[in-house]
Structures are given as structure tokens and as C-alpha cells.
């Protein structure tokens, strides 16, 4: 079943009159959205993600925009009018081109969106151990998770206790969006904050109920919470910029630094589990631009070998020796 649309997935047949008013009612909204759901259980090889935001999608254009589905020239003249941005509409078209296959409309022309680029948002370390200090012990200890890894949000919340490498200090990660599996290294801090999280209620880290086809609904429970801690700590701390970072945030910090700081685009396409590097590029730009905006380091020194792994986990990267000490610095 796919939660948080409103209806239970039974009875997927209707009268094909109802499909294409806006105004029919609920009961007709409810025995489209089941029909099209049985469609795309049947009919496509999809993740049970994409399944529920195609049903939203369908469900908002006719509940909250009146789009008769019928009438593709409606549609059309929609998607010219609206001011969603072209990733939405390329979602929208997506989800209406699934509809009228399952209509029979095979042959209605729809047309093509052209997405449109835009560099996504990257704080400043001290904003996010800011913002990581200030909310919950358990969102705190979700974020730093993100902070380390870079991963993506759902392959978090995906994380299971058998996961987790105590000894080596890694965690394995399995993958979403068809993206590759991966172990990474998590700092002895956040392996200690994972550990100490209350009562382990099933096999997975973070999720409650054990169940994933449940992770989706989840997660955007959590993330409601997390919004609303991060409003909070942002009017405290009288900083809106730290209103932007969203826990996709993290992934997007994270690609940047580790770029910035090893300038191997091979080794961050794979930290991020990418397929194609296309998608790694864009922190080559950010990388340069950060570099560009801020030049001032933190510097510390390291009189032992323990005292410079610590500061190389902790990002740190190794400057010069002088008066018998090793030199590191990390951008602020």
C-alpha cells in the first residue's frame, strides 16, 4: 500500500466518466487515484516513492489546480501558466503521460521540458554544527550522520543496526535512486551519538515501525519535525540562512568540501554513490567558488600520530612541519 494519499488502493475500477472531471467529488477523486495506482503496480517497474509522488501529483493537479485529465490541451496551458519550477513540471508531464497511457490516450503529444540547472544552497560548517548542536538528540544525531557521509536522506533512515562497523568506524549503505552501495567512515562522535540512541524497538536504526514500505512516510514525518526545530534555532540565533538547509543540505555540503579538500572528482562521484559524473560536476563549481568567498582556515597542530589522526578525521589537512610539530588547517 501507498500511504499519505488519502484512499486504500481497493476497487481500482471506476465509470471511465469520472476519470476526467475536476469536480466529481471525493469518492471519484479516490476511485481515480486507486485505478491509476493499480496501473502503475501492474504496468511499471517503478520504486515505491515514485508510485506515491506521481499519485500526488495527479492528485493535486485535479483537487487543488480543478485540471479537467480529459483535456490534454488544458494540461498544456497549465503547465505554460503555473510558476512551478521546470524540475516540477517534469514530474507533472511524467505523471499525466502514465495517465493517459492507462486512459487508452496513447497518442496525445505532450510537450518536453527543459529542466533548468540551478546550483543548490551550501552553509558554512560552523551554520550546520549550529544547527546540529541546537535540535534533538536523535534529529542531532541523524544530521551528523548526514554530515559525514553525505548520503542521501531515505539511505539514512535505510540504515540498520547489522550496518553498522563498530570496530573500523564505518557504515555500510544501501543505495536509492539505482545508485551504487558504499561504506563510509563516520567519526568516533557520531558512531558514539548512533550508539546511544534510546531503546532499539527492530533491526533498523532510525525507523519505528521496521517496515519498509513505511520509510517514505516516515521520513517526511521526521523532516516536519526537523523543520520545525530548524524555524526555531533560525529565529534564535537570528540566522535565516540556516532556514535553507534542508537535510538534502548535507549531501550538497559534503560534495563540495570533499572536492574542495582532495580535488579528485572520481572519489566524490563514488562517496556519493553517483552513476554518472554528470551529476558530480556541479562541485567542481562549488568547490571554486567556496574556495573564492573564504580564505580564512582553522589551524591546529599535532605533537603525536593520535593527535593528527584526530584532526585528519575531523577534516583537517596537513599543511607543513615546524619546530618539531605538524601544521593543519580546515577552512571555516
Known sequence: MVRGVGFEPTNPCCPSGTFGTAASGDNALDNLLARFLNYL?????????????????????????????????????????????????????????????????????????????????????????????????????????????????????????LDIDTVNRCVTIKPAKYSRSRKLKIIEQTLNLILSLPSRRNQYVWSPSGFDERFSEELSHFTRNYVKQRKRIALKLRNPRLSQISLRTFRHWKGTMEYARTKDIIHVKELLGHVNISNTLKYIHLANAVSQLSEDYVCKVARTLEEATGLIEAGFEYVTDMDNVKNFRKRK
Open 41 to 161: 503496480l501492474t504496468k511499471k517497474t517503478i520504486k515505491p516513492a515514485t508510485i506515491e509522488r506521481k499519485i500526488q501529483t495527479i492528485k493535486s493537479m485535479v483537487k487543488n489546480y480543478k485540471l479537467t485529465l480529459s483535456n490534454p490541451d488544458e494540461f498544456v496551458r497549465f503547465l505554460n501558466t503555473t510558476k512551478w519550477k521546470s524540475g516540477t513540471k517534469e514530474i507533472a508531464v511524467d505523471s499525466y503521460r502514465d495517465y493517459l497511457d492507462m486512459v487508452g490516450l496513447t497518442a496525445v503529444r505532450l510537450p518536453h521540458i527543459r529542466r533548468e540547472e540551478s546550483l543548490p544552497f551550501v552553509p558554512l560548517e560552523e551554520e550546520i554544527d549550529a544547527l546540529i548542536s541546537a535540535v534533538s538528540f536523535r534529529v542531532g544525531a541523524f544530521l551528523r550522520l548526514l554530515k559525514d557521509t553525505g548520503v542521501r536522506p531515505i539511505e539514512a533512515w535505510r540504515l540498520s543496526w
